[in-house]
């Protein structure tokens, strides 16, 4: 990854610093190659893009005991504005409210304490905030749901979508970052940011309404994806570092 905002950059220079040294470089997407070569620094010619992965049979085994509604939405992160919560929650509302589907609920997974207690009681009746849990009970969660929003600003290889891929979830998310990467024909990519990297001084967490809505309608309409993604198997994303340490040698 690659520090973006200014007052985080001069961390870059440790990160250029072991690139220029190293004989191969591994990125987690393409969109973080992309970053480091226009923010950082030039990248050796030996540099591969390997995604995350996860344990599949992990995933498939788990028990889908954590439904809450009829319809369920999940998203899953370590909690700050640039993966747009408060966003997320507003835009579920709109659409909870603009399509009468008081029936569904939005689970949250990770510290959502800083954030709660600004939304409005009518929006809490349709939050199902289980907070941080153990990675087992991640999965149970994520079988026992229907979709996942995930908002973020930036990542470049987000693990909670790699995981929700894994195990079948459709997943809504925006055009930044190396997340629709992995999504493609598993999801829908809200075309809402831009960024030219150059470092940027704050991250708003006031994506529209209307457009989180959109989103949601959008993929309420596509087929559901079978739950395995063998591309995601953690075993295959070994198997790639492993041919690339032995390409560098």
Same mark, same amino acid.
């Given at each position: 990854?690659?520090?973006?905002?200014?007052?985080?950059?001069?961390?870059?220079k440790?990160?250029?610093?072991?690139?220029?040294?190293?004989?191969?470089?591994?990125?987690?997407?393409?969109?973080?190659k992309?970053?480091?070569?226009?923010? @950082?620094?030039?990248?050796?010619?030996?540099?591969?893009?390997?995604?995350?992965?996860?344990?599949?049979?992990?995933?498939?085994?788990? @028990?889908?005991?954590?439904?809450?509604?009829?319809?369920?939405?999940?998203?899953?992160?370590?909690?700050?504005?640039?993966?747009?919560?408060?966003?997320?929650?507003?835009?579920?509302?709109?659409?909870?409210?603009?399509?009468?589907?008081?029936?569904? +609920?939005?689970?949250?997974?990770?510290?959502?304490?800083k954030?709660?207690?600004?939304?409005d009681?009518?929006?809490?009746?349709?939050?199902v905030?289980?907070?941080? @849990?153990?990675?087992?009970?991640?999965?149970?969660?994520?079988?026992?749901?229907?979709?996942m929003?995930?908002?973020?600003? @930036?990542?470049?290889?987000?693990?909670?979508?790699?995981?929700?891929?894994?195990?079948?979830?459709?997943?809504?998310?925006?055009?930044?970052?190396?997340?629709?990467?992995?999504? +493609?024909?598993?999801?829908?990519?809200?075309?809402?940011?831009?960024?030219?990297?150059?470092?940027?001084?704050?991250?708003?967490?006031?994506?529209?309404?209307?457009?989180?809505?959109?989103?949601?309608?959008?993929?309420? +309409?596509?087929?559901?994806?079978?739950?395995?993604?063998?591309?995601?198997?953690?075993?295959?994303?070994?198997?790639?570092?492993?041919?690339?340490?032995?390409?560098?040698?």
């Amino acid at each position: 990854g690659v520090y973006y905002q200014k007052h985080q950059i001069s961390m870059n220079k440790e990160i250029a610093y072991n690139i220029k040294k190293a004989d191969g470089v591994i990125c987690q997407s393409s969109f973080s190659k992309q970053m480091i070569e226009e923010m @950082i620094c030039k990248l050796p010619s030996r540099t591969e893009i390997i995604y995350n992965g996860t344990d599949i049979s992990v995933a498939s085994n788990a @028990i889908a005991n954590k439904r809450f509604s009829n319809l369920q939405f999940v998203m899953c992160a370590d909690w700050r504005n640039t993966k747009r919560p408060i966003s997320s929650v507003n835009g579920f509302y709109k659409w909870v409210k603009d399509n009468n589907r008081h029936d569904a +609920r939005l689970v949250i997974i990770g510290d959502f304490s800083k954030y709660i207690n600004t939304i409005d009681n009518d929006i809490k009746k349709y939050l199902v905030c289980l907070g941080d @849990i153990k990675n087992n009970d991640i999965y149970s969660v994520f079988k026992s749901s229907d979709f996942m929003i995930h908002l973020c600003f @930036i990542d470049s290889c987000p693990n909670a979508v790699v995981e929700g891929l894994a195990c079948g979830l459709r997943v809504l998310c925006t055009n930044l970052g190396g997340t629709m990467e992995l999504v +493609r024909e598993s999801g829908i990519v809200i075309n809402c940011d831009k960024f030219n990297f150059k470092p940027v001084e704050k991250i708003t967490d006031n994506l529209s309404s209307q457009i989180v809505s959109n989103g949601i309608r959008d993929i309420l +309409r596509t087929e559901k994806q079978s739950n395995i993604r063998p591309d995601l198997d953690m075993d295959v994303t070994v198997d790639k570092y492993i041919k690339f340490m032995d390409f560098i040698k």
